[in-house]
Nanobody
């Protein structure tokens, strides 16, 4: 029933911007955590950002801090990842993950704490 769909990926040059969207259906938006992850060929999955609706908490990995911003639009059941000043190292498949309910503890969540995962959207940053 729950489905997360990412969009907004594309190809940009170094320094460009993209806004990714994670749109949820069949998902409880009263309390939730949505995380953004990325995976590049030959590398492990990396959590880059997450947002907890319950208290408005956010998390950013060191590699994207100051460049990426996560935000939500409850009316659209969508969480966005605004990516600015993109670098070639940001090239990866980006996908979102979600978990419903009140999730306690510090952010970020461990990967295993998420119940739902999207299929991803490709981001390519050329030099």
């Amino acid at each position: 029933e729950v489905r997360l769909v990412e969009s907004g990926g594309g190809s940009v040059q170094t320094g460009g911007s993209l806004r990714l969207s994670c749109t949820a259906s069949g998902f409880q938006f009263n309390d939730y955590v949505i995380g953004w992850f990325r995976q590049a060929p030959g590398k492990e999955r990396e959590g880059v950002s997450c947002f907890r609706n319950t208290d408005g908490s956010t998390y950013y990995s060191d590699s994207v801090k100051g460049r990426f911003t996560i935000a939500s639009d409850g009316a659209k059941n969508t969480v966005y990842l605004q990516m600015n000043n993109l670098k070639p190292e940001d090239t990866a498949l980006y996908y979102c993950a979600g978990v419903e309910g009140i999730v306690t503890g510090d952010l970020p969540l461990a990967d295993r704490e998420y119940d739902y995962w999207g299929q991803g959207t490709q981001v390519a940053v050329s030099s």
